[in-house]
């Protein structure tokens, strides 16, 4: 069974512009999440999904950020436009029921913003 | 907001030896939870505890569960290299985790 995917696992791009980061959490997996590490700081919760719907995102830094599941199976997170303070790894995890502590992670995407 | 602060922030080791660290938070959780992640790879869950009090196993590793739900900490004994990473404490406060700032392991052959 394949785990939870992300694209790109890296992204450099200039301030001002715009990136896309994209999930693919587990199959079957209704609840997905995303979290954003900067450099040397907490894994701080973004927002999490329930299928199609945003059940929680209150961890969202401000409109910059755009999350969409669309269909309730994929899920990607756009940044427009980008700022300085926006690198990091930005991590996507899913699980198959709410309320769960174990969380499946993907390997991350690192954004930097030059 | 809820902080976890996690000690040390990295630790440089020899194989063989034995490990602690260790999280406080200034708010109460009722689950306590340990990641590790992996040099490129996302974090993956070790121990999960439930209970204050309670103290659990997981092959080579020991955490507990602080009386006051406040504190955890986690043991790894005997290191061996691929311990190497690192491991974040993390509370559950309903539908999302709150993380640790994280504890960087180097093991040395």
């Known amino acids: 069974e394949a785990g939870v995917t992300q694209f790109p696992s890296h992204s450099v791009i200039e301030k001002g512009q715009t990136v896309t980061l994209r999930c693919d959490p587990i199959?079957?997996?209704?609840?997905l999440y995303w979290y954003r590490r900067v450099m040397g700081k907490e894994i701080k919760f973004l927002l999490h999904f329930v299928k199609e719907s945003k059940q929680d995102e209150s961890g969202m830094p401000n409109n910059r950020f755009l999350a969409e599941r669309t269909g309730g199976t994929y899920s990607t997170l756009k940044v427009q436009p980008a700022e300085l303070e926006d690198s990091g790894v930005y991590f996507c995890?899913?699980?198959?029921?709410?309320?769960?502590?174990?969380?499946?992670f993907g390997s991350g995407t690192q954004l930097s913003v030059l | 907001g809820q902080q976890l602060n996690q000690s040390p922030q990295s630790m440089f080791i020899q194989e063989g030896e034995d490990v602690s660290m260790n999280c406080t938070s200034s708010s109460i959780f009722n689950t306590w939870l340990w990641y590790k992640q992996d040099p490129g790879e996302g974090p993956v869950l070790l121990i999960a505890?439930?209970?204050?009090?309670e103290l659990t196993s997981n092959g080579r590793l020991t955490a507990q569960f602080g009386i006051t739900r406040k504190d955890s900490f986690l043991n790894i004994s005997a290191s061996i290299p691929s311990d190497v990473g690192i491991y974040f404490c993390?509370?559950?406060?309903?539908?999302?985790?709150?993380f640790g700032t994280g504890t960087r392991l180097q093991v040395f052959p």
């Open positions: 993390a509370g559950q406060y309903t539908d999302k985790l709150i």
């Open positions: 995890a899913s699980s198959p029921r709410q309320g769960t502590e174990k969380l499946f």
């Open positions: 505890l439930y209970k204050a009090g």
């Open positions: 199959s079957g997996h209704d609840n």
